[in-house]
């Protein structure tokens, strides 16, 4: 297995308090969509940001509800994420790169200090995991820092097709 994901198997935090591989799942998605929310700009609070797999189990308990689960936000893209595409965060992993969502304003500064057009840059699909996530909508620009031992930083830009 790569670095920076969870892998979910009968260990020690699945099994923490006699708890369910399904309870486990559903935390890690659980946490996956608040984590997203809150950098879409979604007031998340810090308490369910920050609870526990055991404090998740106390709450909803071994065998969750769904409907226990749900969450009362308004929703700015599609809703019908499978679970298994929430268990990790992408934009957590290891090897991701940091990365910024440019506004409209430095996406047209960008373009005009190069002198080029947006689809001359190198893309991203709507349906890049990273798009998914950020909800990101086709024209804008992922600016991607990549920091290394040969080269201090290098950035590199995206526009979402």
């Known amino acids: ?31 996956t969509v608040l984590q997203m929310l809150n950098d879409r700009g979604y007031a998340v609070p810090n308490s369910e940001l920050t609870r526990s797999l055991t404090e998740f189990r106390f709450t909803f308990g071994d065998k969750s509800d769904l409907e ?7 929703l700015r893209s599609n809703p019908s994420k499978k679970i ?5 965060n992408v934009t957590k992993h290891i090897l991701q790169p940091k990365h910024e969502v440019l506004s409209a304003g430095e996406r047209d500064k960008l373009l005009k200090k190069y002198k080029i057009e ?3 840059l190198p893309r991203m699909l709507e349906t ?9 909508q086709k024209g804008q620009v992922v600016k991607f820092t990549y920091c290394s031992g ?4 290098l950035e590199t830009y995206r526009c979402v097709l």
């Open 118 to 120: 947006g689809k001359q």
């Open 150 to 153: 040969i080269a201090e930083f």
């Open 1 to 31: 297995m790569g670095g920076g994901g969870e892998c979910i198997t009968r260990s020690s935090h699945v099994m923490e308090g006699g708890g369910s591989l399904e309870s486990y799942r559903y935390y890690l998605s659980r946490r």
């Open 68 to 74: 226990s689960l749900r969450l009362c936000l308004p």
């Open 128 to 136: 890049d995991a990273f798009a998914r996530y950020y909800g990101l």
């Open 84 to 88: 298994t595409d929430l268990l990790v």
